[in-house]
């Protein structure tokens, strides 16, 4: 089989149509994997936002592990490209901010806000980030704060 199809192959203009097809199919791929990648982050931040909202309704408690809520929620107002979800962040990190000190975890929660206070700084004093999602999340931020 291999003798047939080599000679096929070899015809003019097939070897730069198949280099163009691998081509477009790994760039296919490439926006896949992005694609997975920003899905598994926004599944990770709406989770941390979702615990929240149960620990504020009483329906469990406050996780032990505090960096799987406070480091994804912190992300997305930084990150998050979709507004409605930059400002769902933004809101989910005020209401951290009011479950950890009412759980009496008020190290983990001025931890917290000694990162806003430097994202403050940071954008105050330097006229903004260079990052439009940022700077539109630390505006929303600063807003709800």
């Known amino acids: ?8 192959f070899e015809s003019e203009g097939v070897s730069d149509t198949l280099q163009e097809c691998f081509s477009e199919l790994r760039g296919l791929v490439a926006q896949l994997v992005d694609y997975a990648a920003t899905t598994c982050t926004r599944v990770r931040q709406m989770s941390a936002s979702l615990h929240l909202k149960l620990v504020q309704n009483q329906l469990t408690p406050i996780t032990n592990s505090l960096n799987t809520i406070i ?6 107002v930084k990150k998050e490209s979709v507004v409605f979800l930059q400002n769902l962040a933004c809101k989910s990190t005020i209401l951290l901010i009011d479950t950890l000190m009412g759980a009496g975890k008020s190290k983990p929660a001025q931890q917290v806000l000694q990162l806003i206070l430097k994202d403050l700084e940071s954008f105050t004093f330097g006229e903004g980030t260079g990052d439009a999602n940022q700077d539109r999340g630390l505006k929303s931020l600063f807003n709800h704060l």
């Not at 089989?1 to 096929?8: H, I, K, N, Q, S």
């Not at 480091?71 to 997305?76: A, E, H, M």
Request: hydrophobic share 45%; no cysteine; aromatic share 0%.
């Open 1 to 8: 089989m291999e003798g047939t199809l080599l000679p096929l």
């Open 71 to 76: 480091k994804p929620i912190l992300n997305q």
